[in-house]
């Protein structure tokens, strides 16, 4: 049991930081300096497949710690939950931010 529950938390943890590093390089290979309908493309394909794996691995490690209860899965929803309370964050100030900047744009 332990093993199967690490090997699901292993797939939570790749499709977390590993999709993205890896569609990273593949829209990057695609891009060479040249802006076109293919680089916008590549871009926005990049993404989808980064959002799709961040809900998988979300969701595969809740099942993990609803099946298995073990710590590995725990740890991993708190580390994906600090990271999507820092990106919400970063949003709000990005806003304010901007918000602020139109009172010296005009």
Do not use: E
Not at 31 to 53: E, K, L, V, Y
Not at 56 to 82: C, E, G, M, N, P
């Amino acid at each position: 049991m332990k093993k199967k529950s690490d090997m699901y938390c292993i797939i939570s943890l790749l499709c977390m930081f590993g999709v993205p590093i890896v569609t990273f390089f593949i829209t990057g290979l695609f891009a060479n300096g040249d802006i076109s309908i293919a680089t916008a493309t590549a871009n926005m394909t990049g993404r989808m497949i980064n959002f799709a794996a961040y809900i998988a691995a979300w969701v595969i490690a809740i099942q993990t710690r609803i099946h298995y209860k073990d710590r590995f899965s725990k740890t991993l929803i708190i580390i994906y939950s600090i990271l999507l309370a820092l990106i919400i964050i970063g949003i709000i100030l990005l806003v304010a931010v901007l918000a602020g900047m139109t009172k010296y744009w005009g």
